[in-house]
């Protein structure tokens, strides 16, 4: 039995089937609409529950970050039950999570714990946290699996449109996307994360576009080599389905993993976002 847990936060909208397979505890975030108790992302609120709460109350709820005593709690109990600690986050230049849990950390002294800033969001982090979990499964040493999660960091890109900015604008995530503010009507903007940020790629007329030009992004970048490959999107199977047609055609990788992005992610993005994760093997 490994001696190695991983740890990551609700961001990360890994499917819980894997989250259970592969021993991985989340910290979920937490989700507030106006005069509602807050909930926890993932725990008593599922991406169904939250994308029909959305369009019922109209309204963009907040989101809040673990604090460093939730973080703590979660450490010492794997110190105690003997497991050493490798802790993968949301980029930190989109929330405070990272930060929460380094303080975390160190409220746990004397316990094995690596911190991770994964520079990424949703399935991005997501795909980094599943590869660490199954090194660690096979045995890997710390420093093995750390050095996997540095590779995979570096190597991992992220595109993503959403219907609108609207979301991410309001929610301060907006990055470098801000430039495509104030678009014409049915303009998608088509952005990417780059060192933790987002920031804008371009803008394509129409959702079907949309879905293609990303397609033919990530084949110009990736032509035939051997990709990792997930699939993330918000409320909106018929463009999942579009998506994961023309990923198996076109593109050089195994079954993706498919999610639905969480409530954080969703408060942030909105619905309707759809992307694509990739990183060469």
């Known amino acids: 039995m490994s001696r190695i847990r991983i740890v990551t936060d609700s961001t990360a909208d890994l499917p819980k089937e894997l989250v259970e397979k592969n021993e991985i ?8 609409f106006q005069g509602e108790e807050a909930f926890l992302d993932g ?9 029909r709460l959305l369009s019922e109350k109209k309204e963009i709820p907040v ?18 039950d003997g ?23 160190k409220m746990v002294p004397g316990a094995d714990i690596e ?32 050095q996997i999660v540095n590779n995979l960091i570096a190597k ?14 309001r929610g301060g995530r907006i990055g470098k996307a801000g430039a495509f503010l104030g678009t014409i009507l049915n303009i998608k903007p088509l952005l990417c994360i780059k060192d933790g940020i987002v920031y804008p790629y371009e803008k394509v007329r129409g959702r079907t576009k949309a879905i293609e030009r990303m397609i033919q992004i990530v084949e110009e970048r990736f032509g035939n080599r051997r990709v990792k490959c997930s699939l993330v999107h918000g ?17 050089n990788c195994g079954e993706p993993v498919v999610s639905t992005a969480g409530s954080v992610v969703g408060t942030h993005a909105g619905p309707k976002v759809l992307g694509i994760i990739l990183a060469h093997e």
């Open 63 to 80: 989101t809040s970050q673990p604090s460093p005593s939730e973080f703590a709690a979660v450490y010492k109990k794997l110190a105690q």
């Open 25 to 32: 505890t989340v910290v979920p975030l937490k989700v507030t």
């Open 83 to 105: 497991y050493s600690v490798i802790s993968i986050h949301i980029s930190s230049k989109m929330s405070g999570t990272f930060q929460s849990a380094i303080m975390g950390k």
């Open 115 to 146: 911190v991770i800033d994964s520079k990424l969001v949703s399935m991005g982090l997501g795909m980094v946290v599943l590869e660490a979990a199954i090194a660690a499964k096979k045995g890997k040493t710390g420093r093995e699996i750390v």
């Open 235 to 251: 409320d909106d199977p018929e463009g999942l389905s579009q998506l994961f047609q023309k990923i198996k055609t076109r593109l």
């Open 43 to 51: 725990v008593n609120i599922d991406s169904e529950q939250f994308y």
């Open 156 to 169: 991992s890109e992220v595109f993503f449109f959403v219907d609108t900015l609207e979301y991410l604008s």
